[in-house]
């Protein structure tokens, strides 16, 4: 199951986002332009589903921090998502609603939610019961047991959501930092503990071909492995082929930013089934490598037993975007504009068709368009 297509209304940055999501999207932008925001609306329906949509709220400052400056006369907050099982046969996709405002006392409050099957309406609030104790619009039956048996798929689904940010310092110092997020682990707070905590025969399978990857990739990398100090905290120990007689060992606490961050990005990447939602990858990794993460992203996502893995990057880099494999429509140009941000297909924008259509990368042909106006000036200020 993938999210087909998603619509945003009052979300942050967005007055309107209506647009279709393949299995694998890069979202460009320039700085503060709303791409984590989008990647956030997809976290917060985990959040529904798995802590409830009063503590998905709260974890992002409420209502009134989620609600985009630009919303007026329609004030309400909505997200909707379309989740596809095949492309053959629609009537097996679902599509579920939400919106939300809150009440005189800025306590989070459910406006609708719809769920439908098909053409089938299986969820319509508020309803009658609803209408009658005000307080059940405090809760999505999403994160209800009792309440979503009809439709537990999307339940399910949503809480499949990973998002990925990972922080190298966290890593190396993880009793440093204590990080409230929205859901999970995105900054690898715990990423050494659910490394060892992973059964392992699939450990071993995933570190294995992370180890092959690396010796590809990082100069002088022999091989790593787990292993516990003497309190039983995991770290990852790597070797180096060295001038002594004997590789030379490094914990996590020397592994430099892009190591880790590769690391990171190739375990989430074999890890689990649902949306993988990825922050700026291409962060500490040389360019050579960022060239080899589309193409990467793609072969990993077919190696899903289940199915292929939808994934949806964030990303200031043209080398990411510079393979000859990634489509216009696999493209999504955030732009900002004086109230809100719009949100387009590259290949939608007739300018970076014409260049897709000569064979001109999606780096070279769209990057340029998430460029602020006046960045040529950038050094003006700093003028004797």
Request: charged share 25%; hydrophobic share 35%; aromatic share 6%.
């Amino acid at each position: 199951m993938r999210i087909s297509h998603i619509k945003l209304e009052n979300w942050r940055n967005f007055r309107l986002v209506d647009v279709d999501l393949p299995f694998r999207v890069f979202l460009i932008g320039p700085n503060a332009s709303g791409k984590s925001n989008f990647l956030d609306a997809i976290r917060f329906l985990r959040n529904v589903a798995t802590e409830g949509f009063q503590r998905a709220v709260k974890l992002r400052g409420g209502v009134s921090k989620i609600r985009c400056l630009a919303a007026r006369k329609k004030p309400d907050i909505v997200i909707e998502v379309c989740l596809s099982n095949s492309k053959k046969d629609s009537n097996n996709d679902w599509t579920y609603s939400l919106s939300f405002s809150q009440d005189n006392n800025s306590r989070p409050i459910l406006k609708s939610e719809k769920v439908e099957k098909g053409r089938e309406t299986i969820l319509t609030r508020p309803d009658e019961e609803d209408k009658k104790d005000v307080l059940r619009m405090s809760q999505t039956a999403l994160e209800q047991i009792n309440a979503n048996l009809a439709f537990r798929p999307i339940a399910q689904f949503f809480s499949t959501v990973h998002y990925l940010h990972l922080v190298p310092q966290i890593i190396r110092n993880p009793e440093g930092y204590a990080i409230p997020s929205p859901g999970g682990d995105p900054y690898g707070k715990d990423f050494l503990e659910k490394l060892a905590g992973t059964t392992p025969r699939t450990r071993d399978s995933r570190l294995d071909k992370i180890q092959q990857a690396l010796k590809i990739a990082v100069p002088q990398f022999s091989k790593f492995e787990i292993t516990k100090d003497a309190r039983g905290v995991p770290h990852l120990a790597a070797y180096y082929e060295h001038w002594r007689p004997h590789d030379a060992q490094q914990l996590e606490d020397q592994f430099s930013d892009g190591t880790i961050r590769l690391i990171g990005l190739l375990w989430s990447l074999l890890e689990g089934e649902g949306p993988l939602l990825l922050e700026e990858p291409e962060l500490s990794l040389h360019a050579a490598i960022v060239r080899k993460l589309a193409p990467l992203i793609h072969r990993m996502q077919r190696l899903k037993k289940g199915g292929q893995r939808q994934v949806l990057v964030s990303t200031h880099s043209v080398e990411l975007l510079m393979d000859p494999g990634v489509g216009g429509e696999e493209t999504l140009l955030l732009t900002p504009g004086s109230e809100s941000t719009k949100v387009h297909s590259a290949a939608g924008v007739d300018d970076i068709l014409k260049l897709l259509e000569q064979g001109i990368p999606v780096g070279e042909a769209a990057m340029s368009y998430t460029e602020t106006k006046n960045m040529h000036q950038l050094e003006l200020p700093f003028d004797d």
